[in-house]
């Protein structure tokens, strides 16, 4: 990601300093000044959009993905294999 050092463009250590925020920004966990910053900037700058844009998908499915649960029969092997493990690091130690 380089820029072109224009006049109002943002330099590589600035868009690096944005995308740290994007974090932040997607949690909602910036006030709103912060949130216009980092609006303004992804106005301007395609490459920070489209790592906001990958990183908002990428969030999205991992929640999506979260709220799904596992069927039961999978479940209980699970269930059954960490008993055996247990177990076996108890009789182990």
Same mark, same amino acid.
């Given at each position: 990601?380089?820029?072109?050092?224009?006049? %109002?463009?943002?330099?590589?250590?600035?868009?690096?300093?944005? +995308?740290? =925020?994007? #974090?932040?920004?997607?949690?909602?966990?910036?006030?709103?000044?912060?949130?216009?910053?980092?609006?303004?900037?992804? %106005?301007?700058?395609?490459?920070?959009?489209?790592?906001?844009? +990958?990183? =908002?998908? #990428?969030?999205?499915?991992?929640?999506?993905?979260?709220?799904?649960?596992?069927?039961?029969?999978?479940?209980?092997?699970?269930?059954?294999?960490?008993?055996?493990?247990?177990?076996?690091?108890? =009789?182990?130690?």
């Amino acid at each position: 990601m380089t820029h072109s050092h224009g006049s %109002d463009e943002p330099t590589s250590t600035e868009c690096a300093e944005y +995308l740290e =925020r994007i #974090v932040y920004f997607l949690d909602n966990e910036l006030d709103e000044a912060d949130c216009s910053v980092v609006r303004a900037h992804l %106005d301007t700058c395609n490459p920070c959009l489209e790592k906001y844009d +990958l990183q =908002r998908t #990428v969030k999205a499915v991992v929640a999506r993905s979260c709220s799904e649960a596992a069927p039961d029969d999978l479940r209980q092997r699970v269930m059954f294999r960490l008993r055996e493990v247990q177990v076996q690091i108890t =009789r182990e130690g």
